[in-house]
């Protein structure tokens, strides 16, 4: 469903100028090795920015790495994974890459999330990654992967892929996740493992297209279509939801005690066989990361997060599902 992260990278400078209330929003004129990086994620080690992707390495590994010095000149610097871990072939056989990695600096490490599935289908699953450095240089440099941390199977109305981890202002970790089905989920995260939380087991709903009401059964109206594929297979797949359903790639921005939830609405990746429509945003302030105040729809790249910060209203635990 990769929509996704297809943020162009002047949306990740934006996030970046966003979060930094002290910087004026900057365009950056990218050279090197910036082709193909599909569902971009940036973290700074040192004097460093490490941009992480979907998508195979020149040495066939998973989540290629990007380097800079000064967010301008791109170079590969390393992968996550030299393969896919077992136990994702385990879970999903016909997986061939994994999607949508998000990293964040957490206490004394990096912790990028990830997701692996199929396409167009929600038997999904999102797994963590951590090392204590970026520096591929560092004697500490060790990718070490944690396993599952959360799934979605064909009998849930959510999916679990598009991670994305936010911390609130007491420093607790949440997980954001969602593509069509009934939309954007968060889960609370223990804060030493950053595993789901056992104490807090709700699966609180940010966004959807539609109430779960008025939602089709799952499938209806959907036809086999034609996509090219990551990889640069052609690919036709069946079964997908319909696109009602079409939101997903959630991101969180804190800003200014508020939270700022982006998504991507509408379609992408159907090929020639059937029109694709602009990717959009929906945002929305809301003074706690598990409920997001309803805004207006808006073009990703062309609008930033301007509602004013006036409180969401909404009771988290009325949000629960």
Not at 97 to 126: C, M, Q
Request: aromatic share 10%; charged share 20%.
């Amino acid at each position: 469903m990769q929509a996704g992260k297809l943020f162009a990278w002047t949306c990740v400078t934006l996030a970046l100028a966003i979060s930094a209330p002290a910087q004026q929003p900057k365009a950056y004129r990218l050279s090197g090795d910036v082709a193909g990086t599909h569902d971009p994620s940036i973290a700074r080690d040192g004097n460093t920015w490490y941009v992480f992707a979907t998508g195979k390495t020149p040495q066939g590994g998973e989540f290629a790495v990007r380097c800079s010095d000064d967010l301008e000149h791109w170079r590969l610097c390393g992968q996550v994974f030299a393969d896919i871990p077992q136990w994702v072939r385990v879970k999903s056989p016909g997986t061939k890459e994994l999607w949508a990695p998000d990293v964040h600096r957490v206490r004394d490490g990096f912790r990028p999330y990830y997701s692996y599935s199929l396409f167009g289908k929600n038997t999904s699953g999102i797994g963590l990654a951590i090392n204590q450095t970026l520096d591929p240089k560092s004697p500490n440099y060790k990718w070490v992967d944690k396993g599952l941390v959360l799934e979605s199977k064909a009998t849930d109305r959510f999916n679990a892929i598009d991670p994305n981890f936010v911390q609130d202002a007491e420093g607790h970790g949440w997980l954001a996740f969602g593509s069509f089905w009934d939309g954007i989920k968060m889960r609370r995260l223990d804060d030493t493992t950053g595993m789901l939380s056992t104490s807090d087991t709700r699966i609180y709903s940010l966004a959807r297209r539609s109430h779960a009401s008025e939602t089709r059964p799952l499938n209806s109206a959907s036809t086999a279509v034609s996509r090219q594929s990551t990889a640069g297979l052609n690919e036709t797949i069946t079964g997908l939801p319909p696109d009602s359903e079409a939101i997903e790639a959630p991101f969180i921005v804190p800003h200014a005690g508020y939270y700022y939830l982006f998504t991507s609405w509408d379609l992408c990746c159907r090929g020639t066989h059937r029109p694709t429509t602009p990717s959009s945003a929906a945002r929305g302030p809301s003074r706690a990361p598990t409920s997001t105040r309803p805004a207006s729809r808006s073009r990703m790249v062309a609008a930033p997060p301007s509602c004013p910060p006036t409180p969401a209203g909404l009771d988290p635990a009325a949000r629960a599902s």
